[in-house]
């Protein structure tokens, strides 16, 4: 069975965001990788499998090593869906500090 994973499901693990941070600066194995957590290898490994089938990150075999890089596309394409919400609230924020202010404003007497 081929189970098709969700990229915000993937994303709502703060491990993997973790792992994320840690590729975004530079390619790292998978060994790297585990070296930054306190749990099991195989957690890790399973964590970056579910990274690489959301393409959140992809591999390249250098010699026999794998390194994970953090693949921009996806995130991009990540960010540009929630970029109308980013705004959306952005706008509402400032009308609620202009309220705020408004009402803060000292009352001429």
């Given at each position: 069975?081929?189970?098709r994973r969700d990229?915000?499901?993937a994303l709502a693990d703060p491990t993997r965001r973790a792992i994320l941070l840690l590729v975004a600066s530079q390619a790292?194995?998978?060994?790297?990788?585990?070296a930054n957590f306190?749990?099991?290898?195989?957690?890790?490994?399973?964590?970056?499998?579910?990274?690489?089938?959301c393409?959140?990150?992809r591999q390249e075999q250098n010699g026999r090593e794998i390194h994970y890089h953090l693949n921009p596309g996806k995130m991009k394409e990540i960010a540009d869906f929630i970029?109308?919400?980013?705004?959306?609230?952005?706008?509402?924020?400032?009308k609620l500090e202009s309220l705020?202010?408004?009402?803060?404003?000292?009352?001429a007497s």
């Open positions: 069975m081929n189970l990229v915000f499901q790292m194995t998978a060994g790297a990788i585990a306190d749990t099991a290898r195989p957690t890790v490994s399973k964590h970056l499998q579910i990274l690489t089938e393409e959140l990150l970029e109308p919400f980013r705004a959306m609230w952005e706008e509402r924020f400032n705020m202010q408004a009402y803060q404003a000292p009352k």
